[in-house]
């Protein structure tokens, strides 16, 4: 149980296109999911934590208006990354809470979303 | 600001050697602590984790890590590594209130034959 996945797991652009990045719960629900990017040997960073039916949570320094997140449903958020550039080219995963009996406990992980800009 | 250190950014050891990978938490509050374990090209896979009761948790492929808040430590360890034990291994802390995971550095747990 508690299997989270995304879609697509790599995706190369070009400089200047969006691309939109789907983060689904697949057997549990979650009102809560977060996003985060990872650099090369690096850990995680979170950019934002996704609200289901609010608006998204975002970590100081991360641009809202470049990275917009919709959490439509209880089972999945979105990652829209807007007119992407080279600098944006990195690993973006994302995980999200069970809620069991009103309870958030662990995060889930999904695989990981492998964007490169050129 | 709840912070989480692991001060080896990478560990070499032989196969069927014991490991320790170190953690350690600073909070003020009551935490909760958790390992993951990310292969090449992945995402994290929950390896273990404590929320409460037991101080030692245990995860099913032998790893095992113990909560111990006077150290606010919470190391991990296994008796004997395997080959397929080779990959970056994250702890990480939330508070009770789940809402940011703060994660550590990572260390490399690097197994050779």
């Known amino acids: 149980g508690a299997v989270v996945s995304q879609h697509p797991s790599r995706v190369i652009c070009k400089s200047g296109t969006s691309v939109k990045i789907e983060c689904r719960s697949l057997?549990?629900?979650?009102?809560?999911m977060f996003w985060y990017r990872q650099f090369p040997k690096k850990s995680l960073m979170l950019m934002a934590t996704?609200?289901?039916?609010?608006?998204?949570?975002?970590e100081q320094g991360v641009e809202k208006d470049k990275f917009l997140i919709n959490h439509a449903s209880l089972t999945l958020s979105t990652l829209t990354v807007t007119s992407a550039h080279p600098e944006d080219s990195s690993f973006y995963i994302c995980?999200?809470?069970?809620?069991?009996?009103?309870?958030?406990?662990?995060?889930?992980f999904g695989p990981g979303t492998r964007l490169l800009v050129l | 600001a709840q912070s989480v250190t692991q001060l080896d950014s990478q560990v070499p050891v032989f196969e069927e050697a014991p490991v320790e990978l170190r953690c350690n938490y600073s909070?003020?509050?009551?935490?909760?602590l958790f390992w993951y374990v990310q292969y090449p090209n992945q995402g994290l896979q929950l390896l273990l984790k404590?929320?409460?009761?037991?101080?030692l948790v245990e995860s099913i492929n032998g790893f095992e890590a113990e909560f111990n808040k006077s150290q606010t430590s919470f190391h991990l360890r296994k008796p004997s590594v395997h080959i397929s034990d080779t990959a970056e291994y994250f702890c990480?802390?939330?508070?009770?209130?789940?809402?940011?995971?703060?994660f550590g550095t990572g260390t490399r747990l690097l197994v050779s034959p």
């Open positions: 996704s609200n289901e039916g609010s608006k998204a949570t975002y």
């Open positions: 990480a802390a939330t508070n009770t209130g789940f809402q940011k995971l703060v």
């Open positions: 057997d549990f629900q979650a009102t809560t």
């Open positions: 909070s003020s509050v009551s935490v909760y």
């Open positions: 404590y929320l409460s009761g037991s101080t």
């Open positions: 995980s999200a809470n069970p809620v069991t009996s009103g309870r958030q406990e662990t995060q889930y």
